[in-house]
């Protein structure tokens, strides 16, 4: 090597790095119109990274819809069942034309990462707070199927965690982003019925069971069905495939919520925004002639009623003031006392319940951080009172809740249903 040293002048420097820049500007590097926002892309930094957490049924259902927004782009999957990461990875992969779904077992896994910004929660509902909770304390909004509680308490701790965690939360309450269900609601929550008295709510079947064990069933191998991991926070059981699909057992191992629970997280949670948002009940009876009465603590009165509905189809709710009423359900129609009470407004129909325009209004707000429709706090009352209303049933007679105390009033027996143990290791 030669010691001779090789001076570069500033002046040549200077002319070496201009030319440089020329070449520069005379080939400029390509940049895909894709990766500006361009010919109706939207760009990565618009894209909302979104993963998938117990995407069965109701979940492919849930993911089609955003799949159907084009600033999702969705990556990753957790589920207990290896056909159903197949399936859903291979949904995903065809929509963008590559490989690059990723598939985990355990859903911590996918909690983990750092470029998903939102997850879609469509477990069963035994896992729907758990889950939910721990997206939240990972730094993810979260758009989750209800219902969103197994218990009272579980409802209490998800509307605190997520005040405290500022995420973004979604119940999958998808009537409140349907025209006909939100003009309903705005009748009378803003007079329009004259004082409201009553709103009635369908509860599908008023029952209130225990999940129990059936015939134990040779375990499968983990990979293609992680039963512990399926179990959860609920009490354990042995392996039947039947468990394995039972809407109800997912609840978990305590008092299960039947028609009350399920049908409820939609219709009390539409009369719970009736009548403002407000606090949850404070007396609930025991079911009689097929309606159970319940009273808020301005007196109104939430009525589950198993019969006499218009048919307006499923999920129907029913509003009544003091001047007037008015009746909704899923065909996406309205009866109501007076057509003044239209007042020129055309009410858009649309029947059928999709969750599009939920999940719509979910990514707006993971944009503006701001509050969705089916928030947490909304979600936590109508669940409370769908709890304490099922409680009462159980019990079959009335008890008396305090939304101060978070309690039922000098009632032991109650009170013991307000919560479960998890099994270990998860915590809320």
Not at 33 to 40: E, K, M, Q, R, Y
Not at 232 to 258: C, H, I, M, Q, T
Not at 333 to 356: D, N, Q
Request: glycine share 10%; hydrophobic share 40%; with cysteine.
């Amino acid at each position: 090597m030669s010691k001779t040293r090789t001076r570069l002048h500033r002046r040549r420097f200077l002319k070496n790095a201009l030319s440089a820049a020329g070449a520069a500007v005379a080939a400029p590097t390509i940049i895909p119109s894709s990766a500006l926002g361009l010919d109706g892309a939207v760009a990565p930094s618009e894209r909302i990274v979104v993963g998938g957490i117990g995407i069965g049924r109701r979940g492919g259902y849930d993911l089609g819809c955003f799949l159907q927004q084009d600033d999702v782009q969705f990556v990753a999957v957790a589920d207990i069942k290896q056909a159903r990461r197949t399936a859903v990875k291979k949904i995903a992969d065809t929509k963008y034309g590559n490989q690059n779904c990723d598939t985990y077992r355990d859903f911590r896994e996918l909690l983990d990462r750092r470029d998903i910004d939102a997850v879609l929660i469509a477990t069963g509902p035994n896992w729907h707070a758990t889950a939910a909770m721990t997206a939240a304390k990972a730094g993810k909004d979260m758009y989750c199927e209800k219902p969103v509680t197994k218990n009272i308490d579980q409802s209490l701790i998800l509307a605190d965690t997520m005040r405290r965690t500022g995420r973004v939360f979604q119940a999958g309450t998808q009537r409140r982003n349907l025209p006909h269900f939100a003009f309903a609601c705005e009748l009378a929550r803003t007079g329009k019925l004259g004082k409201l008295k009553r709103v009635w709510a369908p509860p599908a079947g008023m029952q209130a069971m225990m999940s129990g064990w059936l015939v134990p069933q040779a375990e499968p191998d983990r990979d293609v069905v992680d039963w512990d991991m399926y179990l959860g926070p609920a009490a354990w059981r042995p392996f039947n495939k039947k468990l394995l699909d039972g809407f109800n057992f997912e609840k978990g191992g305590g008092l299960v919520g039947g028609g009350v629970l399920e049908w409820g997280s939609h219709c009390v949670d539409l009369c719970q925004w009736a009548v403002g948002d407000c606090l949850p009940p404070v007396e609930y009876n025991a079911k009689k002639d097929g309606e159970l009465v319940c009273r808020y603590e301005n007196g109104t009165e939430l009525i589950f009623r198993e019969k006499g509905w218009i048919p307006l189809g499923s999920c129907p709710v029913r509003f009544e003031g003091e001047t007037g009423w008015v009746e909704a359900g899923d065909s996406g129609k309205m009866v109501l006392s007076s057509p003044a009470l239209l007042a020129g407004r055309t009410v858009e129909e649309i029947g059928g319940y999709p969750a599009t325009y939920h999940v719509r209004d979910f990514l707006n707000c993971v944009k503006t951080r701001s509050l969705t429709k089916g928030n947490a706090e909304a979600a936590c009352n109508a669940h409370i009172a769908c709890h304490a209303a099922n409680i009462a049933l159980h019990l079959n007679r009335q008890v008396k809740y305090d939304n101060i105390t978070h309690e039922f009033i000098n009632d032991a027996q109650a009170n013991r249903l307000r919560s479960e143990a998890l099994r270990e290791p998860w915590r809320l």
